[in-house]
T-cell receptor
Framework: AQSVTQLGSHVSVSEGALVLLRCNYS??????LFWYVQYPNQGLQLLLK??????LVKGINGFEAEFKKSETSFHLTKPSAHMSDAAEYFC?????????????FGAGTRLAVHP | NAGVTQTPKFRILKIGQSMTLQCTQD?????MYWYRQDPGMGLKLIYY???????DKGEVPNGYNVSRSTTEDFPLRLELAAPSQTSVYFC?????????????FGQGTRLTVV
């Protein structure tokens, strides 16, 4: 069965510090991978996606993620955190199952940014 | 461009009541999904549809029903509401072309069952 694991339900960083949110997936074949962001009382917004092209994917708001097949990881990074980055982040994986795509989400990581 | 629209935004139900959560998308996407979000649990897939007339169960389908009579609409029906169904519900849609099935989400429906 395919699953997504996000290490750390809460991450706290200082403004200007590196942001690293971890995501590991289990899949027998390279899947499509996504990072979504959710601001309070809002729906989910796509940050970036991996679709078997470049392994380093750049997204919105200065975020990027690197697909590492050997580690089955897709960690999200941002060189310098901003107060506005405080939100919940979800890693998701999609794979053909029974001929259809299913999107499966991790449990989420809440990012806090302090001055 | 409205995207994915969910109604209502908030609802309080009494135990045993029923209701339908509405979801409409205007992007001509063939895939549609219903998720529930509980604190610390991420999003769990309830049902999904790959096109009009085709639906299938996700991870947590018990207590819910869906239908997909048109490409645009994918309502979620709760029969005999229970406190365990208190949650935030999200509808999403995606296409199935190349480039990966990026999902677009509605703003959510916050449901409380008392």
């Amino acid at each position: 069965a395919q699953s997504v694991t996000q290490l750390g339900s809460h991450v706290s960083v200082s403004e200007g510090a590196l942001v690293l949110l971890r995501c590991n997936y289990s899949s027998s074949v390279p899947p499509y991978l996504f990072w979504y962001v959710q601001y309070p009382n809002q729906g989910l917004q796509l940050l970036l996606k991996y679709t078997s092209a470049a392994t380093l994917v750049k997204g919105i708001n200065g975020f990027e993620a690197e697909f590492k097949k050997s580690e089955t990881s897709f960690h999200l990074t941002k060189p310098s955190a901003h107060m506005s980055d405080a939100a919940e982040y979800f890693c998701a994986v999609s794979l053909l199952s029974g001929g259809y795509n299913k999107l499966i989400f991790g449990a989420g990581t809440r990012l806090a940014v302090h001055p | 461009n409205a995207g994915v629209t969910q109604t209502p935004k908030f609802r309080i139900l009494k135990i045993g009541q029923s209701m339908t959560l509405q979801c409409t998308q205007d992007m001509n996407h063939n895939y549609m999904y219903w998720y529930r979000q509980d604190p610390g649990m991420g999003l769990k897939l309830i049902y999904y549809s790959v096109g009009a007339g085709i639906t299938d169960k996700g991870e947590v389908p018990n207590g819910y029903n869906v239908s997909r009579s048109t490409t645009e609409d994918f309502p979620l029906r709760l029969e005999l509401a229970a406190p365990s169904q208190t949650s935030v519900y999200f509808c999403a849609s995606s296409y199935s072309g190349t480039g990966g099935p990026e999902a677009f989400f509605g703003q959510g429906t916050r449901l409380t069952v008392v």
